[in-house]
């Protein structure tokens, strides 16, 4: 029988006895020291209402509590899993799975067994039994608490599509898919606060490949309408894209939900791009300079106009209503045209003076900042939450991950603000490289016989048995002296005591007298 101990960390104490050179068990794990994220997670209560995500689709226990396999999977995301098969650094690590509720028993014996104390197949088909509802309600309780926390602030929203398609296999088998042209996979709708540095998800929706950005968006608004109340309530205006164009589309948006809006006329060959760029060649029309900075063309000149009244109209030739629009070209420093950038035409239900420059140039700015939803948002989703990865071929499994990932990613902007310093310290750590760590480099567990427990990184761990080296050098140096020194003079009195009995044994003492002098 095994007697367990418990242990307590204290850091200070492992670091000293190390610097002492004393010998000391460990093992490697992956937790390290990297648990400001964690620790955020838990005491803000991001943690909880993930890991208490319903699989209400379970059938009959497997012997895991929910629970806990929905700790791994938030341990999985935050160490960078991009796919299942992939967990076992997560599910082989002592120090994580005691951290989601295993006892230290269980995981020795799985251990010596050399077996994973849970296996990737049983925490593939646990994302495979969280429904629908589920992940609703889930994502319900995580708005209501970014809420509560006041983390959610600012009323301009953006609204992005994202591709997420099947590589490779069989696709017919991956359920819920959709086709566009020889492109299968999914479609996945956010909506983004933008305020800077606040920039949250607050719903999404996901679809086929074929499904419509509008009737996904509108999905998104009737969700948040229950828990929110109506989006004019909590939304001033909503930036997208040109993909949601559409004269009854806008028109619904302004008058039936009381939203403003921005947005890019859909093609060129529309009847409202046609009106404005007739308004634009008017003799009276009246333009705006701007100096804009651009990401891939550095400093620009932009030249704005503006209209009112310009009639919403759909493919049918119905006129829906009417809104503002407004046409912007782009130069160099010199004055010349961009050939390579066209022409841009917005169309927008915030109220316009032609005649006033800021009333003009802040519908261009408002649409500018829509690449928050790109650049914050589905960027740093893609890049570093592995967003464009699918969880398997089950469709409740493909939607309860993303549930995880888009909670993390809001949690981890609230993190950066309420923790700049400490965030930006280990934002190398927290940062996910292309085949980085998510909880860092994998950290060496020290204990000692009395109780006492230390996570070091292996940077750390070396330094220390550095300084302990050295430490034993210099003991060594100091004995090794002395034993030079004894050495030394045990030499110069053996050459004096030879020297002296032959001087005496010249003189013809005998050797009693000899040895009586010495």
């Not at 209560?45 to 379970?58: M, P, S, Y």
Request: with cysteine; charged share 30%.
């Amino acid at each position: 029988m095994k007697t367990w101990q418990l242990w307590r960390e204290n850091k200070a104490e492992i670091s000293a006895r190390l610097e002492r050179g004393e010998d000391l068990d460990g093992y490697n794990s992956a937790f390290g020291e990297n648990d400001l994220i964690i620790g955020f997670l838990m005491v803000e209560g991001f943690w909880n209402v993930l890991v208490e995500t319903k699989a209400d689709l379970l059938k009959k226990e497997n012997g895991y509590e929910p629970r806990i396999l929905n700790g791994l999977w938030v341990l999985c995301e935050l160490a960078g899993v991009g796919r299942i098969a992939q967990s076992g650094k997560v599910l082989g690590d002592g120090a994580l799975l005691r951290m989601v509720g295993f006892q230290a028993e269980e995981i020795e014996e799985a251990r010596s067994e050399g077996r994973l104390r849970v296996d990737t197949e049983t925490l593939s088909n646990h994302l495979g039994r969280i429904s629908e509802a589920s992940v609703e309600e889930s994502w319900d309780e995580h708005v209501k608490l970014l809420i509560s926390k006041r983390y959610n602030r600012g009323r301009i929203y953006a609204v992005d599509g994202n591709y997420i398609t099947i590589p490779y296999g069989r696709v017919e088998n991956y359920e819920g898919a959709g086709k566009v042209g020889e492109a299968r996979g999914y479609k996945l709708v956010v909506l983004l606060n933008i305020e800077p540095g606040r920039e949250r998800v607050i719903g999404w929706a996901l679809g086929g490949l074929e499904c419509s950005e509008k009737t996904l968006l509108k999905k998104i608004l009737q969700r948040l309408r229950k828990l929110l109340g109506p989006p004019r309530d909590w939304i001033d205006l909503l930036v997208f894209d040109r993909g949601y164009w559409g004269a009854q589309f806008l028109t619904e948006l302004k008058e039936v939900e009381g939203i403003d809006y921005v947005t890019r006329a859909g093609n060129d060959n529309l009847d409202f791009v046609k009106d404005v760029e007739g308004l634009s060649r008017l003799a009276g029309t009246r333009w705006h300079e701007v100096n804009e900075t651009h990401s891939r063309l550095g400093e620009i000149l932009t030249r704005m106009a503006g209209f009112e009244g310009v009639p919403l109209i759909d493919a049918k030739g119905k006129q829906w209503g009417k809104c503002q629009a407004v046409i912007a070209e782009e130069y160099d420093q010199q004055g010349r045209r961009i050939p390579e950038r066209p022409r841009f035409c917005y169309a927008t239900s915030l109220p316009i003076d032609p005649e006033k420059a800021d009333s003009v140039v802040v519908v261009r700015r408002h649409y500018r900042g829509r690449w928050a939803v790109e650049n914050q948002g589905f960027w740093v989703l893609t890049r570093r939450w592995n967003l464009n990865t699918l969880a398997g071929r089950n469709y409740n499994a493909i939607r309860a991950r993303l549930n995880f990932a888009l909670q993390l990613y809001n949690a981890e902007n609230c993190c950066a603000l309420k923790h700049p310093g400490a965030y930006d310290e280990e934002m190398h750590r927290l940062k996910r490289p292309p085949m980085g760590e998510r909880l860092g480099k994998p950290c060496i567990m020290l204990y000692t016989p009395d109780g006492k427990v230390g996570a070091f990184q292996a940077g750390e761990y070396a330094k220390l048995l550095g300084t302990a080296a050295k430490e034993m050098g210099r003991a060594q140096g100091v004995a090794e002296g002395k034993a030079q020194a004894k050495a030394e003079a045990e030499t110069k009195i053996k050459a004096e005591l030879k020297a002296s009995i032959c001087k005496a044994l010249g003189e013809g003492k005998g050797i009693e007298d000899i040895l009586k002098d010495l």
